[in-house]
C-alpha cells in the first residue's frame, strides 16, 4: 500500500471515529424537558431556591433522582438512598437517558400551583384538577394555576398575563386533559 493510500485510510478512519463521538453524543444531549424543572428547595422552609428546566442529556448523575409531578431533585442518589428520601418515583438517569423524550412526557403538562410573594416564588406544587374545591375561576399562566379561587369578573380583574379557567366546566370533562390543552 502506499503512503498517499495509508494516508488516506487513516484520514478515513479519523473521519468516521469523528463521526462516531458526535453522533453518540448527539442522541442524548440538548434534550430539554419543557415541562420538568429541577428545583432546589430549602430545606427548613422548603420554599423555591432556584427552578431550572431539566436538560435530560446532560445529566452527569450515574445513579438515582427523585421525580415528584413536574419537578426532579438535584440531588443524585443510590438505590437504597433514594426511597428513603424520595415521595415520588425514583428514576434511574443512566436508563432514563436513553430515552429522554418519555422521562420528559412523563411529567403530564407540568401544571403547578405557584404562591408568590410579591414576585417571589415561595411554594410549588403539582395541581390536581379532580381534587380542587374551587367552584369558581382560577388564572392559569404559562404553566403556574393561581392558588385563589375568583369570579369570573374578579379572574379577569387579577389575571393580566393569562387566563382565566373555570374549574367546574374542567371537572364535567376530562379535567387534566382540559387543563393540558388550554396550557
Not at 427548613?44 to 431539566?54: E, F, H, K
Not at 445529566?59 to 438505590?79: V, W
Not at 369558581?136 to 393569562?162: F, M
Request: hydrophobic share 35%; aromatic share 8%.
Amino acid at each position: 500500500m502506499s503512503i498517499a493510500s495509508k494516508r488516506s485510510v487513516l484520514a478515513f478512519f479519523g473521519v468516521l471515529a469523528a463521526l462516531t463521538v458526535v453522533g453518540s453524543s448527539a442522541f442524548a444531549s440538548d434534550v430539554t424537558c419543557s415541562n420538568l424543572d429541577m428545583v432546589w428547595h430549602d430545606p427548613q422552609t422548603g420554599a423555591i431556591l432556584r427552578s431550572d428546566p431539566y436538560v435530560c442529556g446532560s445529566d452527569l448523575c450515574g445513579g438515582y433522582r427523585c421525580k415528584e409531578g413536574n419537578e426532579i431533585s438535584p440531588a443524585c442518589y443510590n438505590a437504597t438512598e433514594c426511597p428513603a428520601a424520595c415521595a415520588g418515583e425514583c428514576v434511574y438517569i443512566p436508563t432514563a437517558q436513553l430515552d429522554c423524550p418519555t422521562l420528559c412526557e412523563s411529567a403530564g403538562c407540568g401544571v403547578v400551583m405557584t404562591w408568590y410573594k410579591r414576585k417571589t416564588l415561595l411554594r410549588s406544587e403539582p395541581y390536581e384538577c379532580t381534587l380542587d374545591a374551587c367552584a369558581g375561576y382560577r388564572c392559569l399562566d404559562g404553566n403556574e394555576i393561581s392558588p385563589a379561587c375568583y369570579s369570573a369578573t374578579e379572574c379577569a380583574r387579577a389575571c393580566k398575563g393569562g387566563t382565566c379557567v373555570d374549574i367546574r366546566s374542567l371537572q364535567a370533562g376530562d379535567c387534566n386533559a382540559g387543563l393540558c390543552s388550554t396550557n
